[in-house]
């Protein structure tokens, strides 16, 4: 059975910097895409960027370039998204997906979301 | 950019039939993918490539893509069908995953 794992709930002071992980199992991780969405608080989806495990090729959309860092260490099945200088606005749900192939395919597994809370 | 556009909400009675829209430009040669988000659950894909079905979707869940709107059309609508439902889309020129704003689906 396919499943991604991620990280549990974090509060974080603005500024701080966060890591989620995401952890695949039932499946051969490596030869996946894996995709992170942005859920803010009553909102819709935003689609933040995608790393292929085999190599760590990566693509950010244009609207989280330069805000967000997205990596992978295959020799856990994992990976990650990194979040620098939160802000209030940051606050959110972070989900993890896979996605069947690199362009335009749909995510057909999600992780459970990662609730981040930002606050001073 | 490429802009995607859901109704913010759609009501239905149990047993009629619900039709969600996506409207964008040229939307027909995306192939729209379709989600299905409950309170505190993360989405599950239930239409994919405009109109195929996931295995353990039901039937009364189809799809259609014409022009430039992308329909979900629930029948026979459930209780348990009450959730938000997101469309996604590929921007062909930026190259790049769009969801649209999602559309809460009440059953009355």
């Known amino acids: 059975e396919v499943q991604l794992v991620q990280s549990g709930a974090e509060v974080k002071k603005p500024g701080e910097s966060l890591k989620i992980s995401c952890t695949g199992s039932g499946y051969k991780f490596s030869t996946y895409w894996i995709g992170w969405v942005r859920q803010m608080p009553g909102k819709g989806l935003e689609w933040m960027g995608l790393?292929?495990?085999?190599?760590?090729?990566?693509i950010y959309s244009p609207s989280f370039r330069g805000q967000v860092s997205i990596s992978v260490d295959t020799s856990i099945n994992t990976a990650f998204l990194q979040l620098s200088g939160l802000a209030i606005s940051d606050t959110a749900i972070y989900y993890c997906?896979?996605?069947?192939?690199?362009?335009?395919?749909?995510?057909?597994?999600w992780g459970q979301g990662t609730l981040v809370t930002v606050s001073s | 950019s490429f802009v995607v556009t859901q109704p913010p909400s759609v009501s239905v009675a149990p047993g009629e039939t619900a039709r969600i829209t996506c409207r964008g430009d040229?939307?027909?040669?995306?192939?729209a993918h379709w989600y299905q988000q409950k309170p505190g659950q993360a989405p599950v894909l239930v239409m994919y490539y405009d109109s195929d079905r996931p295995s353990g979707i039901p039937e009364r869940f189809s799809g259609h893509n014409s022009g430039n709107t992308a329909t979900l059309t629930i029948s026979r609508v459930e209780a348990g069908d009450e959730a938000d439902y997101h469309c996604?889309?590929?921007?062909?020129?930026?190259?790049?995953?769009?969801f649209g704003g999602g559309t809460k689906l009440t059953v009355l």
């Open positions: 996604q889309l590929w921007d062909i020129s930026g190259y790049h995953r769009v």
């Open positions: 997906a896979r996605p069947l192939c690199r362009d335009g395919c749909p995510f057909d597994y």
């Open positions: 040229t939307i027909e040669r995306r192939g």
């Open positions: 790393i292929y495990a085999g190599d760590s090729d990566t």
